[in-house]
């Protein structure tokens, strides 16, 4: 193997260790498992569900002013119970939270 070669397996090796959303406002499971972890646990974020879901259940925020949700998810859950803590969160372009 030739000094290339091992340089950039090396780099790739290093890329690989890295998770894609470090750093990132992120749920590491999808978001229909951390909806049903909240519902299971009474709507509230445990702290598993928290470390897995932290966009869903308002443990960061975006960096850009954009709803986290679809638009037309967010305006159904503004018309039906407001802007509270966890859906400015994550509808913060609808509840002009930004």
């Known amino acids: ?3 290339a ?8 090796g290093l890329f690989c ?14 978001k229909t498992h951390c909806e049903r972890a909240m519902a299971a646990t009474g709507g509230s974020c445990g702290a598993v569900v928290a470390s897995n879901c932290q966009l869903t259940c308002g443990e ?3 960096e850009i002013c954009e709803n986290a949700y679809s638009d037309a998810a967010c305006e159904m859950i503004k018309k039906r119970r407001g802007c509270d803590d966890l859906v400015t969160q994550n509808c913060a372009k609808t509840c002009n939270n930004c």
């Open 1 to 3: 193997m030739n000094t």
């Open 5 to 12: 070669t091992l340089l950039v397996c090396m780099v790739l």
């Open 17 to 30: 260790m890295v998770h894609i959303s470090d750093g990132a406002c992120a749920d590491e499971w999808p």
């Open 60 to 62: 960061c925020q975006l």
